[in-house]
C-alpha cells in the first residue's frame, strides 16, 4: 500500500499531465525547493503571499539574479499554488523586481557568419548551419530527427518543448549534402540567411 504523495511528487504529476517540458519541470521543482529551505522547510500551504514576495525579493537583493530568472521563479511558485495546492495568491505588489540589463546584443555580418562556419565541420556544422538558416533555437535544433526535415518542401518540423503543439521552420534556399552521423546523410539547407527582415506573425 503506497503512502500520501509528497508535494514535489504532486507537483511533478501536474506537469506531466499538462505535458509540459523536462527543463520547465526540473526548474519549477528546484524553485519550489529553495523556496521551501528558504522559509525553513514549511509546507506552502501554510505559506502564502508574503512569504512568496519575501523570497522574491531576497533573490533580487541578496542574490542579484537577472530578471528572466526572477520571472521563472515568480512562474514556479504561481504554479505550485494556483494549479498543484489549488490557492489563489492575491497580487505580488511588495516585491523588489530585478533589473533588466540594458546591453545590447551582437548580431553578426554576414562574413562573421562566413568565418564561424568556415572553422566548423560534420555534426557541428550541421548544428551551425541549420540555426542559422532556419532560426530554429538550439533545442530545437538538437532534437530534430532526419525524418523532421523536409527538403522538397524546405522546411523543418519543430518537436515541442511545451505542451503538444508542433510547428514548422522555413530552410533557407540551396542545398548542400552533408554526412551527420555513422552511415546517415541528410540533405540540408545552405546556411544563407535572407537580407531582409520579415515578421513572425506573417
Not at 512569504?51 to 514556479?76: D, G, I, K, P, Y
Not at 560534420?122 to 533545442?139: E, F, P, Q, T, V
Not at 542545398?175 to 537580407?195: D, F, Y
Amino acid at each position: 500500500m503506497t503512502g500520501k504523495p509528497t508535494l514535489l511528487e504532486r507537483v511533478r504529476d501536474v506537469i506531466r499531465v499538462r505535458h509540459y517540458s523536462i527543463r520547465t519541470e526540473q526548474a519549477y521543482l528546484d524553485w519550489i525547493r529553495r523556496f521551501v529551505r528558504f522559509h525553513g522547510r514549511r509546507h506552502p500551504r501554510d505559506m502564502g503571499k508574503a512569504e512568496v514576495e519575501a523570497f522574491l525579493s531576497h533573490l533580487a537583493v541578496n542574490r542579484n539574479v537577472a530578471a528572466s530568472t526572477q520571472n521563472q521563479a515568480l512562474s514556479a511558485l504561481l504554479f505550485l499554488y494556483r494549479d498543484v495546492l489549488e490557492i489563489e495568491l492575491p497580487w505580488l505588489e511588495n516585491v523588489s523586481r530585478a533589473k533588466k540589463p540594458t546591453r545590447l546584443p551582437v548580431v553578426l555580418t554576414r562574413e562573421d557568419v562566413d568565418q564561424v562556419l568556415a572553422r566548423l565541420d560534420g555534426i557541428r556544422w550541421l548544428k551551425a548551419g541549420l540555426l542559422y538558416g532556419s532560426g530554429l533555437r538550439l533545442m530545437e535544433c538538437l532534437r530534430l530527427r532526419v525524418q523532421d526535415v523536409d527538403c522538397e518542401k524546405r522546411h523543418a518540423r519543430k518537436r515541442p518543448g511545451h505542451g503538444i503543439r508542433r510547428s514548422l521552420s522555413a530552410l533557407c534556399a540551396g542545398k548542400k549534402v552533408s554526412q551527420c552521423g555513422a552511415g546517415v546523410w541528410l540533405a540540408v539547407s545552405l546556411p544563407v540567411a535572407q537580407t531582409g527582415w520579415r515578421s513572425s506573425k506573417q
